[in-house]
């Protein structure tokens, strides 16, 4: 401490022992409360915020300033004690007696650290809404640490109804929740009984993301709120390693399009094994530094503190604040600098083992119901956090003023519950098909692309109330979504001549898939796009997994959310990047989107301009989903549905085409194209079929996931019907041959239910085989064309290929000439 800082330290305390001596409710307060106490530096803050808040006779929820204070440290201590019953105790008593071997759990288990770590947190947001009689939103990335955020609910009624009707501050209720609490217990419906769960879910009231995927909450923030709202964000220094991007945040914040974000970081030091990287390589001062070095404002504070918190908060939301009329008066000069709170506590803070490895989860080096000395320990601690019931009632009280100022509880913050939908759905776009269809050399062709952008940007501009977002890592013009980006511009800071950017672009780029696709999942008052080359796609899987996660949680258990659905479109794909080797050619994003439950992820295969301009004005019609669009972009897709066409495939998720075929009524094989390529290639293979008077027809599949056997009610209810799957597939045609643009054996899983077994059924698609490469020699490579096609049809109707090939491409086929001019 240089001389500078020594002087102010002393007038700090001299600052602090003034007040406290004028203001007996602030001495109360400043003496603290157990394992609660307040820094000078603290004391010092919440003085002058004291003085603020008289000086501009801020009511709040009617409650005198150092009474919300003092029970704040009360309700957060409860919090604390609980939260260790939570993970070792089996029994609550609320007179704090000593636990006894058989009070505590056999197998314990928690995130104890890090909840101990989020308890003064979430009871400090919880009060400075009731300070300034305002509900913020909240969101936090540590989703693990979902028992402080669920705790201090219970305590203070802000409850969902599946805790309500099972949890209250008594002793029974109490003994519920602990044991409640990695019960693993299955209730009579054959599911999980306790609504409680290892991470933030349906029943976390308030709770928007389930926080597993650490780091993704970095990304998503600054696009969530919109003007007028605020969020505060809770944040951990483990996932600021795991993900890189969140630095971006300035960059993309601005006064016009979003809300007052106020993130912060707790900071304490250790994953899960051993100290972070950035305990390692400096811890805070290194942090503030990297900060500045971004255009944030770093605030330190003491992260053990309910009341540093609350002052945190408030002083980041004033800066913002003052910023945001700095703007208004001199102008826009982005980035903007933003506050960013650092709360410095060690892990497990206030509970034995603070500060350690074991900490993150279990902080006892043993298990007290077997073992005495853990026993004590817990006893030893717990006793330090315990609150008489007398005084907790009295704190609890302080927080149920909501209606002084009429505002909503918690549980319905802002940001929780939204309710989005078109106010205009404009026409769909449409190219004519040729009028005989059969006539390969009469298709028109274009790219599929041309009428997503087309469509999206007329429902922008039909839509204003709407915040737009586009997520795109690169490549925007590439993937035909020009008209798009020359509406919407790039998002940058210093606009480039001649390039369509703007400080206040809706597209949100960079070389960082997830990053990029968060700004579109975030922006859940809006509407929004995200487009990758599809093997990069496998990039965002984390990010788009776990919004369908909780959302399909939240339909099952609560209701369904009401945020517009994403389409995720995965264009540059697998075959039409035949040319750019094999990391470009990868089908791995839409398989494992068709690994999730396809009520809420729906994946689908676009063969055509006329379907991509349905399935995208559709899109924005539904809510709660996320729309994983596989989609050509090469301009040689031929037209071959009409929008009448189009429309019936979205809705019934097949389509058998009644122009293809030969004796439809009565088909010997039955030919499935999953995928625009694969669609031309079975048309042609059909021809060759017509020709040799062989009985078939042609399926084209737009949405495999309706035809799977359902694993959930949601997904039975999004089914086809049955009677559409039997008149595709009737069961009299056994011989079926699915060419998909995905790997086959994923495929042929999903669509179990029509597969007719190894002698009838057969899969052509993405054989793991590619290269430097044309689209027609990638198709051949993995024995995917309209000749492949029909030498398996011959094998299923055991028949000679010959009846079906020639011979020169039965020479092709195996080997012995070049495929080229004869195949492809």
């Known amino acids: 401490m240089n001389k500078r800082e020594r002087n102010e330290a002393i007038r700090r305390e001299e600052r602090v022992a003034l007040y406290r001596g004028r203001n007996p409710d602030a001495d109360l307060w400043a003496s603290g409360y157990g394992v609660i106490q307040h820094s000078i530096e603290t004391q010092d803050r919440i003085f002058a915020m004291a ?351 909501h209606e002084t100022s009429g505002r909503p509880r918690e549980r319905e913050h802002p940001l929780a519950n939204r309710s989005v939908s078109l106010q205009e759905i404009p026409q769909p776009v449409s190219r004519p098909v040729p009028e005989d269809r059969c006539d390969v050399f009469s298709w028109t062709r274009t790219s599929p692309m041309f009428a997503v952008d087309s469509m999206y940007l007329s429902i922008v501009q039909a839509n204003p109330h709407l915040r737009p977002r586009v997520g795109n890592p690169d490549e925007m013009r590439s993937n035909r979504l020009i008209k798009t980006l020359e509406a919407l511009n790039f998002r940058v800071t210093e606009p480039e001549p001649t390039i369509p950017e703007d400080i206040h672009g809706s597209v949100i780029t960079a070389l960082n898939e997830e990053a990029v696709a968060a700004a579109a999942l975030a922006n859940k008052a809006g509407i929004n796009l995200i487009a990758t080359y599809e093997a990069f796609g496998a990039k965002m899987h984390g990010v788009v997994r776990q919004e369908i996660i909780f959302a399909n949680h939240c339909e099952e258990k609560v209701c369904k959310q009401g945020w517009l659905s994403i389409p995720l479109i995965l264009t540059s794909h697998t075959w039409e990047n035949a040319k750019n080797e094999q990391s470009h050619q990868d089908p791995a994003m839409a398989e494992a989107m068709l690994g999730e439950v396809s009520n809420v992820s729906r994946v689908i295969f676009v063969p055509d301009y006329n379907t991509a301009s349905v399935v995208t004005r559709g899109v924005y019609q539904t809510n709660a989903q996320i729309w994983t669009l596989v989609i050509p972009k090469i301009d040689q897709i031929p037209d071959l549905f009409t929008l009448e066409e189009s429309q019936r495939l979205l809705e019934q998720g097949a389509l058998r085409l009644d122009w293809a075929g030969f004796d439809t009524t009565k088909p010997r094989v039955i030919l499935t194209a999953i995928g625009g390529y694969q669609l031309e290639q079975a048309v042609k293979a059909s021809l060759r079929l017509k020709e040799r008077s062989v009985a078939h027809s042609v399926v084209y599949m737009l949405e495999p996931g309706r035809f799977r056997l359902p694993r959930s009610e949601g997904e039975q209810a999004h089914l086809a019907a049955q009677e559409l799957r039997t008149a595709l597939y009737p069961e009299t045609a056994l011989e079926r041959i699915f060419i998909t643009h995905t790997r086959p054996e994923p495929m042929l899983g999903i669509l179990q239910p029509l597969n007719t077994g190894y002698n009838h059924t057969v899969g052509l698609g993405f054989a793991v085989q590619g290269g430097t490469l044309t689209v027609p020699g990638m198709l051949f490579v993995n024995r995917c064309t309209w000749a492949h096609i029909l030498q398996e049809s011959a094998r299923l109707l055991d028949i000679k290929r010959g009846e079906l090939l020639t011979d020169e491409e039965l020479a092709a086929l195996d080997g012995k000439v070049t495929p080229e001019g004869v195949i492809v």
């Open 51 to 401: 003085d603020v808040l008289s000086g501009w006779e801020v009511k709040g929820d009617g409650i005198p300033f150092f009474d919300l204070l003092y029970a704040a440290d009360r309700v957060a201590s409860a919090a604390m004690w609980i939260v260790a019953l939570e993970t070792y105790a089996r029994n609550v008593y609320l007179d704090g007696r000593d636990l006894v071997p058989e009070d505590f759990k056999s197998r314990p288990e928690g995130h104890t650290g890090g909840a101990l770590n989020i308890v003064p947190a979430y009871v400090g947001y919880m009060a400075v809404n009731a300070v300034t009689g305002d509900t913020r939103s909240w969101i936090m990335g540590q989703g693990h640490c979902v028992a402080a955020v669920d705790t201090v609910n219970l305590i203070l009624d802000n409850m969902t109804p599946a805790h309500a009707e099972r949890y209250s501050v008594t002793d029974e209720g109490l003994t519920r929740y602990v044991r409640d609490f990695y019960s693993y217990k299955l209730g009579d419906d054959g599911k999980q009984d306790s609504p409680l769960g290892s991470h933030v879910n349906a029943h976390t009231a308030g709770g928007m993301a389930e926080g597993g995927y650490l780091g993704f909450v970095e990304l998503q923030y600054v696009h969530m709120p919109l003007p007028g709202q605020k969020l505060v964000v809770f944040l951990s220094d483990g996932a600021f390693e795991e993900q890189r991007g969140s630095d971006w945040v300035t960059r993309w914040w601005r006064l016009d399009d979003c809300g007052l974000v106020m993130p912060i970081m707790i900071s304490n030091g250790r994953r899960i094994d051993q100290r972070s990287t950035m305990s390692q390589s400096g811890g805070t001062d290194w942090f503030v530094e990297h900060l500045k070095l971004n255009s944030f404002d770093p605030i330190v504070f003491d992260g053990r503190d309910p009341a540093a918190f609350i002052w945190a908060i408030f002083e980041m939301e004033y800066r913002l604040k003052v910023a945001a009329e700095a703007i208004k008066v001199f102008g826009e000069n982005y980035p903007e600098l933003l506050p960013y709170g650092i709360a410095v506590a060690p892990k497990g803070a206030g509970f034995y083992g603070e500060g350690t490895n074991l900490a993150h989860n279990l902080p006892l080096m043993s298990n007290p119901h077997s073992d005495p000395v853990a026993a004590q320990q817990f006893n030893e601690s717990a006793t330090k956090l315990w609150v008489p019931m007398s005084e907790l009632e009295g704190a609890i009280e302080i927080f149920q003023h």
